[in-house]
């Protein structure tokens, strides 16, 4: 706090570019306060799963349909991405804009065979005659699974976005803050996917 | 505007409101403050409890509303001390920090007390009589599983005896109330709840729906009335001897959405009540008082089949033995 | 073609109904005519430039004022038909399923269009200039916010004309709400108009709690911030906790609806009691978030009235952060009656009872700041003397409630109705219509009148113990909310009748108020000097209306309530007068995708409303597209030259 009312009595007009990080910084502390948000978010579909979880209203179970070798692909598959993000900060933070794109492509693309692993999982369990109004645990599966899904799509679009301005206009502080809330993000939903892995699908075999 | 007077007034006016309200509380028509069983006496006890523990705060702090806002209004006579910057004093904070919490805890002891009290039947002498209560749109059933009555719209009881009522339904969530008698709980379809009633003296009194379920809610009242034990019998033996059973079908009516007039059943399809539970308890632990209507588990596509079938309820109950705890349904997100 | 086309208009309009053929031809005059004078005036680039592309926190407010007392007046007409319906038994003025859309709408627009914008308006005609800020943390995304309240409150309230509207109560508790027994798309708008409008919400949240933890002017530690920006604070905890809950929860009750799915659903293995469950998860601290404001705005309305400093500051601190975090487990106590153990009834009573406690004691910090002060009795001080007594006496009848085995009782009867808009009503409205009548001078430049305000007053003070003191009653008669019609044989009748009466004595005092502001536009008394009231705090440092930039020098603090002691320390001499030293000030452009955006929102809830996938499809579609388009603009933003913030602030009087 005491740094901040520092800054503002430095002036932060005259210094331009100054004045630029600290709206920057600013927009880092929104985002954590929206992944508080979103943590809150997943909370709640992990709870509505944990009471539906048994209810399987004579439908398949989660035992009966799951396929863990495919599971386990995505989990190392994502988990990577996270490490690959990792490195993109690191070539960000020395600098080289064209090993940051790199890595960032790296990430996308891992991210891409995620997703393209989780929807061949629900055509095949959709194939198995799991949907979404079978039971109530198969809504509650397909609702959060999917929720993090979309998340993790909404990521890879954002992610092009970035490399296509980072391209355009290098390392600013602008991009800088981009890149960081962005692999901010893809760290949370890796964080996620843990959650998730251990609830639904191992919990789900035992 | 005329300075300090207009506040003043207006509190007295409240405090005339609330005073006219309390009195008229003795009339008749203030159903709930004019309890006619144990229950309804308990909470008529917390409720007056509750209605002194708050005068206590706020019969003074109207007053001293009253007194601030005129001895410290800003006119040109005005001798009263101004200390604009007197803004601290620990001991009086700490005062008003433990009015509060005095007040709470004494009325917290009573609300925990009779809050257990509550779930027991109110009256251990006498064996309970057992009522199942289905609320359907828009109307009641009763069936009385130990006479093999059934009535819609209509409850009669012994006075003196105290009922279990089981509630359910096979509609919106509903709430079961009689005023007179006691407070209300919820009817939920897949589920039983359980609420001790009784009348100390015959009587008539008026139940309801107290949980809106849509177009015809206003219209789901019904008369309850307690007679002696022998009247109730011949009631009873009446019931048995005029009207006609209930079928299965004279239930799929029933069910349909619509208003009903009062009706009685000499008998009704034996496990009624329990197939209306279990219906809807599939795949979802079931929660009930701890009753023994506990876990009439199916599958839901086996449910035409095989309902009330003893070997489908032990089978289930067993899968299911873990989450038995009562309130697993009801607080699903606490219990996990 | 043209029977086909007859067929959806009737399956697509609401029909039936001349109330609702009236409201359709008010609606299109009303439009009409917008568009008419818009266009006449040559109005439509001022509107788009100065108002619909805004990102001033002030002209945000404004909008978010209007918009708010509009729906206040939808609110009120709703409550006025349910009180003529009610006024004697069996009157067929409404049918039970009208008269159930008319509760259900009612409750919503009231909580959730009505209290929630008013507040949002008050936060952002507010807090930067409390803060000594020139703007929120994130102006553009402010934008967003309002737009998205603004699209979702009008895709909830395109329910009455066109498809139906929702009546399954304000919450829409399952299995009421799902499609066995509520079909049709009324409760689809139910679902979507909140959705969209509770983003905005929870964006809304993001952005005050980084204003206030990070923009307040130098020298301003948190221990030193007005108490309205602490209220506001605890506000938007509460609201980033909560709000993502609601989401989630109406979330699945549509794919319920819409997807077959079985969360909340009777069959299937759903459980309908998780819906109550999560509900109300949002829904207490929901009630909380209103209030707390409210408590705030008293706060500094008391102090500035009572010229005196604000007692015991440190405990109205601890008081509102401790609300905050005591309404997050007390969810359970609005289902008392679901026949829960008693270890849960326990805990949840007692929880509900702590809250009373911190509430208790800011009643009490009220008094004694008034105590030994000097009482004047301006507009904002008369609605804060006002709710005291009427707090006190609502937040006692919730201590009842809270007593579990007494609630089973009062639960759904009219004795729950009576507290609750006591508390929301002497509470939440007071406070916020203190908050308006306190601050419009600083956003308007000129004060509301005092004789039409003082009608408005009385009446809505005397209509308000007319219309609820015997719902109170009638509660203890066994007279249960939702009833469209009730016998003769109850006694209920007289009753009624006096809460009818006292609901329209209320209405008139509304009437009063747009009058009072209509008049005072023109009649008002101008505020020249920007502190009207002889204020404490840093907004009143400032002219009246203030200058889109808030502050042409950015203010040091040294106190709490600095500007009292700017003021005292000119007047005894010693203050110490620094060189003022311009400086360019750096200001957000204004943009119209928040705009855009949200019409994109509110083409894709249509399309959800009405189960057309296309339609939500086109809609996301622009959504995301408005996004990337944002994400690819860079420049946002830029410098108010010195020359510039010397004219403007000459022009309002200041000479730099």
């Known amino acids: 706090m005491q740094q901040v009312a520092n800054n503002h009595e430095h002036g932060h ?52 349909l799951f396929e863990l070798p495919g599971v386990i692909a995505s989990t190392f598959i994502l988990l990577t991405s996270s490490f690959t993000s990792g490195l993109a900060i690191l070539a960000m933070n020395k600098g080289k804009v064209k090993e940051l794109i790199g890595w960032l492509v790296v990430t996308a693309l891992l991210g891409l065979s995620f997703i393209g692993l989780e929807i061949s999982e629900f055509t095949h369990l959709v194939h198995e005659g799991a949907t979404m109004s079978t039971s109530a645990f198969w809504s509650a599966f397909f609702t959060l699974v999917g929720t993090h899904g979309v998340h993790v799509s909404v990521g890879l679009f954002w992610m092009v976005a970035i490399m296509m301005q980072l391209r355009r206009r290098g390392l600013t502080p602008v991009t800088r803050r981009k890149v960081t809330t962005l692999s901010l993000y893809w760290h949370f939903l890796d964080v996620v996917w843990i959650f998730l892995f251990t609830v639904v699908y191992l919990m789900g075999v035992m | 505007m005329s300075g300090g007077k207009w506040p003043r007034r207006l509190q007295l006016a409240v405090l005339a409101a609330l005073a006219s309200i309390m009195l008229a509380g003795c009339g008749s028509d203030y159903v709930v403050l004019n309890p006619k069983g144990p229950v309804a ?97 828009w109307k009641w059933l009763f069936t009385y599983p130990e006479q093999n009555i059934a009535t819609v719209n209509y409850l009669q009881i012994p006075a003196g005896v105290p009922v279990q009522f089981q509630i359910s339904a096979e509609a919106p969530m509903n709430s079961f109330w009689v005023p007179e008698l006691g407070g209300q709980i919820y009817a939920m379809a897949g589920m039983t709840t359980e609420l ?40 009873v033996k009446e019931v048995k001897g005029t009207t006609p059973a209930m079928s299965k079908e004279d239930y799929e009516q029933l069910r349909k959405p619509g208003l009903s007039e009062v009706l009685t059943y000499s008998s009704f399809p034996e ?43 032990k089978k289930d109950e067993s899968a299911h033995s873990t989450h038995h705890m009562p309130n697993t349904a009801m607080t699903p997100v606490m219990s996990h | 073609m043209w029977e086909s086309l007859k067929e959806f208009a009737s399956w697509f309009f609401v029909t039936g109904d001349p109330l609702i053929y009236g409201a359709m031809v008010s609606i299109a005059l009303t439009m009409v005519a917008i568009v008419f004078v818009l266009t006449k005036y040559k109005k439509w680039g001022w509107l788009w430039r100065e108002w619909l592309t805004t990102v001033d926190h002030k002209r945000i407010g404004i909008m978010y004022l209007i918009a708010s007392l509009l729906m206040l007046f939808r609110g009120g007409v709703d409550a006025l038909l349910m009180r003529v319906q009610l006024a004697f038994p069996n009157l067929e003025f409404l049918h039970s399923d009208h008269y159930n859309a008319i509760f259900t709408t009612h409750g919503t627009i009231m909580i959730l269009f009505m209290a929630m914008p008013m507040m949002f308006g008050l936060f952002n005609m507010v807090v930067p200039l409390q803060l000594g800020a020139r703007d929120v943390a994130y102006p553009f995304l402010n934008a967003v916010s309002f737009w998205l309240f603004m699209f979702g409150a009008m895709l909830f309230n395109l329910s009455f004309v066109i498809g139906g509207s929702p009546d399954a109560g304000w919450l829409s508790y399952p299995p009421l709400s799902q499609n066995d027994f509520s079909p049709g798309p009324g409760q689809n708008f139910w679902i979507w108009g909140i959705q969209i409008s509770g983003i905005g919400s929870l964006a809304t949240g993001i ?17 030193k911030m007005p108490m309205f920006s602490w209220s506001v604070f605890s506000s938007c905890v509460m609201i980033i906790l909560a709000f993502p809950i609601l989401t989630v929860t109406i979330a699945l009750l549509y794919l319920d609806r819409f997807a077959g799915a079985h969360f909340f659903t009777m069959d299937g293995g759903g459980n309908p009691m998780m819906y109550l469950n999560l509900i109300w998860m949002w829904g207490h601290p929901e009630v909380y978030i209103v209030v707390v404001p409210a408590f705030g705005i008293f706060s500094e309305v008391v102090a500035t009235f009572a010229k005196k400093k604000l007692f015991g500051y440190t405990s109205m601190v601890a008081a509102v952060m401790g609300i905050a975090i005591l309404s997050f487990f007390t969810w359970a106590h609005h289902f008392f009656t679901m026949g829960t153990s008693a270890n849960v009834i326990a805990f949840f009573a007692i929880t509900t009872m702590l809250i009373a406690i911190p509430t208790g004691v800011k009643i009490f910090n009220w008094l004694f700041t008034m105590y030994r002060g000097k009482i004047s009795f301006k507009q904002p001080m008369m609605w804060t003397i006002a709710f005291i007594p009427c707090f006190v006496v609502g937040g006692a009848t919730g201590v009842m409630l809270s007593v579990a085995p007494a609630d089973y009782q009062y639960h759904n009867s009219y004795f729950l109705i009576a507290h609750f808009h006591q508390v929301l009503i002497g509470g939440v409205v007071f406070g916020y219509l203190a908050g308006i009548y306190y601050w419009w001078p600083k956003l308007f430049g000129f004060k509301l009148d005092e004789k039409l305000g003082a009608w408005g007053f009385w ?198």
Not at chain 3, 552 to 575: H, M, S
Request: glycine share 8%; aromatic share 14%; proline share 5%.
């Open chain 3, 459 to 656: 009446l809505w003070n005397i209509g308000f113990y007319v219309c609820f003191m015997p719902q109170y009653a009638l509660g203890f008669m066994g007279m249960t909310r939702r009833y469209y019609t009730y016998g003769w044989d109850l006694g209920w009748e007289p009753l009624n009748l006096v809460s009818t009466v006292g609901a329209f004595l209320m209405g008139a005092g509304f009437v009063f108020q747009v009058w009072q502001i209509t008049y005072s536009i023109k009649h008002g008394e101008r505020d020249t000097t920007g502190d009207p009231w002889n204020g404490r705090t840093l907004e009143w440092s400032i002219p009246s209306p203030a200058p889109f930039y808030n502050f042409a020098v950015v203010p040091q603090v040294k106190e709490l309530d600095d500007f009292w002691r700017v003021k005292e320390e000119k007047a005894n001499g010693t203050y110490k007068e620094e060189p003022v030293h311009l400086e360019p000030i750096h200001m957000p452009k204004n943009s119209g995708l928040p705009f855009i955006m949200s019409v994109c929102w509110f083409i894709a809830g249509f399309g959800f409303v009405w189960e057309w996938t296309w339609m939500a499809v086109i809609g996301m579609v622009g959504v995301a597209l408005v996004m990337w388009a944002r994400s690819f603009q860079y420049d946002t933003d830029y410098y108010v030259p010195v020359d510039e913030v010397r004219r403007t602030e000459a022009s309002l009087g200041r000479v730099y």
């Open chain 2, 271 to 313: 496990g009624l009540f329990e197939e209306i539970v279990s219906k809807y308890s599939h795949g979802h632990p079931m929660e009930t008082g701890g009753s023994m209507h506990d876990s009439m588990h199916m599958d839901g596509d086996k449910k035409e089949s095989a309902p009330g079938s003893e070997a489908g309820e």
């Open chain 2, 41 to 137: 006496q308990t909470q008529y006890d917390l409720i007056m409890i509750s209605i002194i523990l708050c005068s206590i705060i706020i019969i003074p702090v109207i007053a001293l509303t009253a007194f601030i806002v005129y001895r410290y209004r800003d006119t040109p006579n005005n001798k009263a001390t101004y200390k604009p910057n007197w803004a601290h004093s620990t001991k009086l904070e700490v005062i008003w920090w433990s009015i509060p919490i005095v007040i709470i805890a004494i009325l917290g002891y009573f609300t925990v007390r009779d809050t257990y009290a509550l779930k027991e039947n109110p009256n251990k002498e006498v064996q309970p009589m057992v009522i199942q209560v289905t609320s359907l749109d």
């Open chain 3, 207 to 223: 952005n005050f709690i980084v204003t206030i933890l990070k923009m307040r002017a130098p020298g301003m530690k948190l221990m």
């Open chain 2, 196 to 235: 001790y009633l009784q009348a100390d003296h015959p009587g008539e009194f008026q139940g309801r729906g107290a949980n809106f379920t849509g177009e015809g809610f206003a219209h789901m009242q019904f008369n309850v009335k307690a007679t002696s034990q022998d009247e109730f019998d011949q009631w």
């Open chain 1, 13 to 64: 007009a005259h210094d331009h570019e100054h004045g630029h990080e600290d709206h920057e910084q600013l927009k880092v502390l929104g985002f954590w306060i929206f992944l508080v948000t979103d943590c809150i978010l997943f909370g709640s579909l992990f709870a509505t799963y944990a009471v539906l979880m048994h209810s399987y209203a004579g439908g398949p179970t989660g035992k009966e």
